[in-house]
């Protein structure tokens, strides 16, 4: 998450303002949904290790990310540097504990149950692979701030879909829950690109590419997931345990 930020004066100093309160918002939802699990009893801390861990890890980030939008918008760009290159470690461990969270979950739970199996186990590895291209694309067009700070954005944004999913009403929107929670995050993009045309004039491209990317991704997923191979992949990932004649729970809206 390293950069170097241009020097210009007010509405630059905005647009960092702009950046902070974002991650912060994105920060709340995230937390307001986990800790609205816990109160409410769905969830608990009497899990396997590997839950543990990617809670650790995944909240690491969002203190990580917290303090790199803070310390920016406070001009402090020298301890930003370097703290920015912790995500050369901190991401890829994302990437594989979020991928072997994902395999855990449909294995021991089928996945939530507002989603079908298929959906869960290909949207969200294929997520987290997106998150992290987003972050590494960031990284490398550090020195074009305005690249970076956009692209980062859109990073967070879309995995804020597990904070979203604890707080909305999930039931009530099967078969289409998964694409719900994922336009509402997608609208954290929306609404910064609007805002951002509005102080600029114009729309950065860096949004069309993070939004396009986003969406885009998801879409080729539930292509993947609903065909023949996607669900031969998802009826292994559930393994021997579950016998074919129960596998019809695992996909009750596709």
Do not use: K
């Not at 970076?148 to 009403?169: K, V, W």
């Not at 994922?182 to 860096?206: E, K, S, W, Y």
């Not at 609903?226 to 004649?245: A, K, Q």
Request: proline share 6%; glycine share 10%; aromatic share 14%.
């Amino acid at each position: 998450m390293a950069s170097h930020v241009e020097t210009r004066g007010g509405p630059l100093s905005a647009e960092h303002r702009f950046f902070m309160i974002s991650a912060w918002v994105m920060a709340a939802v995230i937390v307001a949904g986990f800790s609205t699990n816990l109160v409410l009893g769905r969830s608990s801390f009497a899990m396997p290790p590997i839950f543990h861990v990617h809670a650790f890890v995944f909240f690491g980030w969002l203190v990580l990310y917290l303090t790199q939008t803070s310390l920016i918008a406070g001009g402090n760009v020298a301890l930003h540097r370097r703290l920015g290159w912790l995500t050369l470690g901190w991401v890829p461990a994302m990437v594989v504990l979020g991928t072997a969270m994902t395999i855990t979950s449909v294995r021991r739970f089928g996945g939530p149950p507002f989603f079908d199996a298929n959906e869960f186990l290909f949207q969200n590895i294929v997520g987290i692979f997106v998150f992290a291209g987003m972050v590494g694309a960031a990284i490398v067009m550090r020195r074009r701030t305005d690249w970076h700070r956009r692209l980062m954005y859109c990073a967070m944004a879309s995995i804020t879909g597990p904070g979203l999913g604890r707080i909305l009403p999930m039931p009530l929107f099967i078969p289409w829950a998964w694409w719900v929670v994922q336009g509402v995050a997608g609208l954290f993009m929306v609404v910064a690109m609007i805002l951002d045309r509005r102080r600029t004039g114009r729309i950065h491209p860096a949004w069309l590419w993070g939004i396009g990317i986003f969406f885009g991704s998801q879409i080729v997923c539930d292509l993947v997931a609903y065909s023949p191979w996607g669900l031969s992949i998802t009826h292994d990932v559930l393994g021997p345990s579950n016998s074919r004649t129960d596998l019809h729970a695992h996909f009750p809206h596709g």
